[in-house]
C-alpha cells in the first residue's frame, strides 16, 4: 500500500427520511443512529483511517461539528474542505481530486459517503486494497454490493464477465427498479447494488472528468485555487463553485465511460436510508422488537420504538416505527417508512423549524437547549465547552438573565468584567455588549432567561467572534 491513498469522505447528505431524528442543520451522519457509541461519521473516519488522513467534504454550516466528532475520536483530517453551496457528488469529488493531486501528483482517493454502515470492517478494507491494484491500472472503480433481496431503493450495476483483477468490468448502470425487475437481478446472479463507493487516481479520474464535464473540472480548480484558509477549514470561492453543474459523479462520468469496473462488497453494507433499514440492522429481542431508551412493549411484534426523552409504552402494535425527541414524534407503518420524506416536504411547505433543528441546537462553543417558551420570554440552557466563549454580542430586543448552575463563567457587561460560580446570576438589559467565557476546566452551564418583544436568534450582532462566523 503506497503513502499517497488518501480517503474521501462525503459528509452533504440531509438524511430526510430519517426525521425526525435527523435534521437539515444535525443530518443522520453525526448521530449515533445504531447505539454503537460512535456516529455515523466517526464510523466512516475510524474504518478508513488505516489509509490515511481523510479529506472530508462538507458544507459550511457543519463545519463545526465535523472537526469536533473527529478531534473527539483522535482523528485529525488531511482537510475539512466547505461547500458554500451544494452542488452533489462530481464537484465534491472533483473538488477533492484537485487537492490529493496537490498533496502527492500520484494520490489515489478513496470515495465514501459519510452515512453509510458497514459491520465486517476486515472484509472491507481487504476489498479496498483490491481497488488500489486495479487504480493502477488506470480503472475507475465502483465498489457494489452482493444483494441479499430484491430492493427497489438502489440502483443496480450489471456486470460483465470481462476480470480485471478482482474486479469485473461494468457493463452497465441501472436506475431503481421496480420490484419484479429487481427479484430478476437478483436470480441472474450478475447485478451488484451501487452503494455510491468509489476509488480512482485523482489524475484518471479528472482527466476524464475532463471529457464528459470539462466546465465543472475547470469550475472546482478555480473553486479550490481561490479558497481561503479558515481556522481549520478550507473555504472554496463561492463564485466560482456556484458555477459547477448540479450533478452525481454517475450521471457526469460513471455511466458514459467505458473505463469502469466494479468490485463486489460481502461487508455488511447498509446505507441506513430508512427507519426500517435501521430495524433490519438492528439486534432484536424474542419479539423481533428494536426497542431504544425508556420503552415498554405489551404483545407488540417486529416494532421499532426510540424513546430517550420519556417513557414510551406501546400495547398491541406490530410492524410499526415509532421515534420520540424532544419536540416530535413519528409513527408510520414500518413498510411505509421512505415516506417520512413527504412529512418533511410539509413541514418545509409550512416553514417550521423542526425541519432544521432540534431543541437542543450545537454552536462551536458548545450547545442550547430551548426549554420553554412564553409570549416574551424564553428559558435556555446553555452549555459551554471548557475554554471556549461566546461572541462578543447584544441584542436590540431582548434582556437576558443569566443563572450559573455548574462550572465558572467569565461574564463581561458592558466595560466590565465579572466571575461567577454556582448559584450566582447576572442581569444583561437590552443594548448592552455581554460576552460569556468558561475558563475553567469543566463543563458551564447556564440557565438563560430572556424577556422582551422579540425572541428570534437572528438579535444578536457580535462585535468579535472566535469561530469567524458571519
Same mark, same amino acid.
Given at each position: 500500500m503506497t503513502t499517497s491513498i488518501i480517503p474521501v469522505i462525503l459528509s452533504g447528505g440531509a438524511g430526510t427520511r430519517l426525521w425526525p431524528m435527523s435534521r437539515k442543520h444535525y443530518p443522520k451522519q453525526f448521530i449515533d443512529l445504531t447505539g454503537s457509541g460512535k456516529t455515523m461519521l466517526q464510523m466512516s473516519a475510524l474504518r478508513t483511517q488505516a489509509f490515511g488522513a481523510p479529506i472530508v467534504v462538507c458544507s459550511e454550516e457543519h463545519r463545526f461539528i465535523v472537526a469536533e466528532q473527529l478531534t473527539s475520536i483522535g482523528i485529525t483530517p488531511a482537510a475539512i474542505i466547505l461547500e458554500p453551496v451544494a452542488k452533489n457528488t462530481a464537484a465534491a469529488i472533483a473538488i477533492a481530486a484537485h487537492f490529493a493531486k496537490n498533496v502527492a501528483d500520484d494520490a489515489i482517493i478513496a470515495v465514501f459517503p459519510a452515512d453509510h454502515l458497514v459491520s465486517d470492517e476486515t472484509a472491507f478494507v481487504s476489498a479496498l486494497k483490491d481497488g488500489v491494484e486495479v487504480c493502477a491500472q488506470? !480503472?475507475?472503480?465502483?465498489?457494489?454490493?452482493?444483494?441479499d433481496k430484491p430492493e427497489t431503493g438502489y440502483g443496480y450495476i450489471n456486470l460483465d464477465e470481462q476480470k480485471v483483477g478482482e474486479s469485473h468490468v461494468v457493463k452497465q448502470f441501472v436506475e431503481k427498479p421496480e420490484y419484479q425487475v429487481a427479484c430478476e437481478y437478483i436470480k441472474a446472479g450478475h447485478y451488484l447494488w451501487n452503494s455510491g463507493m468509489f476509488m480512482f487516481s485523482a489524475n484518471t479520474l479528472l482527466h476524464e472528468l475532463k471529457l464528459t464535464e470539462p466546465e465543472l473540472v475547470e469550475n472546482c480548480q478555480n473553486a479550490l485555487l481561490q479558497a481561503k484558509q479558515d481556522l481549520d477549514f478550507i473555504r472554496l470561492n463561492k463564485t466560482e463553485f456556484s458555477k459547477c453543474k448540479n450533478i452525481s459523479i454517475d450521471y457526469a462520468l460513471m455511466e458514459k465511460s467505458d473505463n469502469v469496473v466494479s468490485i463486489a462488497l460481502n461487508v455488511g453494507w447498509s446505507d441506513i436510508g430508512s427507519w426500517e433499514s435501521i430495524w433490519q440492522e438492528s439486534p432484536k429481542d424474542a419479539h423481533q422488537n428494536v426497542l431504544i431508551g425508556d420503552v415498554l +412493549?405489551?404483545? =407488540?411484534?417486529?416494532?421499532?420504538?426510540? %424513546?430517550?426523552?420519556? @417513557?414510551? +409504552?406501546?400495547?398491541?402494535?406490530?410492524?410499526?416505527?415509532?421515534? #420520540?425527541?424532544? #419536540? %416530535?414524534? @413519528?409513527?408510520? #407503518?414500518? &413498510?411505509? =417508512?421512505? *415516506?417520512? &420524506?413527504t412529512i418533511v416536504a410539509q413541514l418545509e411547505q409550512q416553514s417550521r423549524s423542526e425541519r432544521l433543528h432540534h431543541r437542543s441546537v450545537h454552536r462551536p462553543w458548545g450547545s442550547f437547549d430551548s426549554i420553554k417558551s412564553g409570549e416574551r420570554y424564553q428559558v435556555k440552557q446553555l452549555s459551554v465547552k471548557p475554554g471556549a466563549s461566546l461572541s462578543m454580542q447584544l441584542h436590540h430586543h431582548r434582556a437576558e438573565h443569566w443563572i450559573i448552575v455548574e462550572g465558572t463563567a467569565e461574564v463581561v457587561v458592558g466595560d466590565t468584567q465579572h466571575i461567577l460560580t454556582e448559584n450566582e446570576s447576572i442581569y444583561i438589559?437590552?443594548? *448592552? !455588549?455581554?460576552? @460569556?467565557?468558561?475558563?475553567?476546566?469543566?463543563? @458551564? &452551564?447556564?440557565? *438563560?432567561?430572556? %424577556?422582551? +418583544?422579540?425572541l428570534a436568534e437572528d438579535d444578536i450582532v457580535r462585535f468579535n467572534d472566535p469561530y469567524n462566523r458571519d
Amino acid at each position: 500500500m503506497t503513502t499517497s491513498i488518501i480517503p474521501v469522505i462525503l459528509s452533504g447528505g440531509a438524511g430526510t427520511r430519517l426525521w425526525p431524528m435527523s435534521r437539515k442543520h444535525y443530518p443522520k451522519q453525526f448521530i449515533d443512529l445504531t447505539g454503537s457509541g460512535k456516529t455515523m461519521l466517526q464510523m466512516s473516519a475510524l474504518r478508513t483511517q488505516a489509509f490515511g488522513a481523510p479529506i472530508v467534504v462538507c458544507s459550511e454550516e457543519h463545519r463545526f461539528i465535523v472537526a469536533e466528532q473527529l478531534t473527539s475520536i483522535g482523528i485529525t483530517p488531511a482537510a475539512i474542505i466547505l461547500e458554500p453551496v451544494a452542488k452533489n457528488t462530481a464537484a465534491a469529488i472533483a473538488i477533492a481530486a484537485h487537492f490529493a493531486k496537490n498533496v502527492a501528483d500520484d494520490a489515489i482517493i478513496a470515495v465514501f459517503p459519510a452515512d453509510h454502515l458497514v459491520s465486517d470492517e476486515t472484509a472491507f478494507v481487504s476489498a479496498l486494497k483490491d481497488g488500489v491494484e486495479v487504480c493502477a491500472q488506470g !480503472k475507475l472503480v465502483t465498489f457494489g454490493v452482493r444483494p441479499d433481496k430484491p430492493e427497489t431503493g438502489y440502483g443496480y450495476i450489471n456486470l460483465d464477465e470481462q476480470k480485471v483483477g478482482e474486479s469485473h468490468v461494468v457493463k452497465q448502470f441501472v436506475e431503481k427498479p421496480e420490484y419484479q425487475v429487481a427479484c430478476e437481478y437478483i436470480k441472474a446472479g450478475h447485478y451488484l447494488w451501487n452503494s455510491g463507493m468509489f476509488m480512482f487516481s485523482a489524475n484518471t479520474l479528472l482527466h476524464e472528468l475532463k471529457l464528459t464535464e470539462p466546465e465543472l473540472v475547470e469550475n472546482c480548480q478555480n473553486a479550490l485555487l481561490q479558497a481561503k484558509q479558515d481556522l481549520d477549514f478550507i473555504r472554496l470561492n463561492k463564485t466560482e463553485f456556484s458555477k459547477c453543474k448540479n450533478i452525481s459523479i454517475d450521471y457526469a462520468l460513471m455511466e458514459k465511460s467505458d473505463n469502469v469496473v466494479s468490485i463486489a462488497l460481502n461487508v455488511g453494507w447498509s446505507d441506513i436510508g430508512s427507519w426500517e433499514s435501521i430495524w433490519q440492522e438492528s439486534p432484536k429481542d424474542a419479539h423481533q422488537n428494536v426497542l431504544i431508551g425508556d420503552v415498554l +412493549a405489551c404483545q =407488540s411484534t417486529g416494532c421499532f420504538i426510540h %424513546s430517550k426523552e420519556k @417513557l414510551t +409504552a406501546v400495547v398491541g402494535i406490530d410492524d410499526l416505527l415509532v421515534v #420520540d425527541t424532544d #419536540d %416530535s414524534l @413519528l409513527i408510520i #407503518d414500518k &413498510k411505509q =417508512s421512505q *415516506e417520512v &420524506k413527504t412529512i418533511v416536504a410539509q413541514l418545509e411547505q409550512q416553514s417550521r423549524s423542526e425541519r432544521l433543528h432540534h431543541r437542543s441546537v450545537h454552536r462551536p462553543w458548545g450547545s442550547f437547549d430551548s426549554i420553554k417558551s412564553g409570549e416574551r420570554y424564553q428559558v435556555k440552557q446553555l452549555s459551554v465547552k471548557p475554554g471556549a466563549s461566546l461572541s462578543m454580542q447584544l441584542h436590540h430586543h431582548r434582556a437576558e438573565h443569566w443563572i450559573i448552575v455548574e462550572g465558572t463563567a467569565e461574564v463581561v457587561v458592558g466595560d466590565t468584567q465579572h466571575i461567577l460560580t454556582e448559584n450566582e446570576s447576572i442581569y444583561i438589559p437590552v443594548g *448592552e !455588549k455581554h460576552q @460569556l467565557k468558561n475558563p475553567g476546566k469543566l463543563p @458551564l &452551564k447556564v440557565i *438563560e432567561v430572556q %424577556s422582551g +418583544a422579540y425572541l428570534a436568534e437572528d438579535d444578536i450582532v457580535r462585535f468579535n467572534d472566535p469561530y469567524n462566523r458571519d
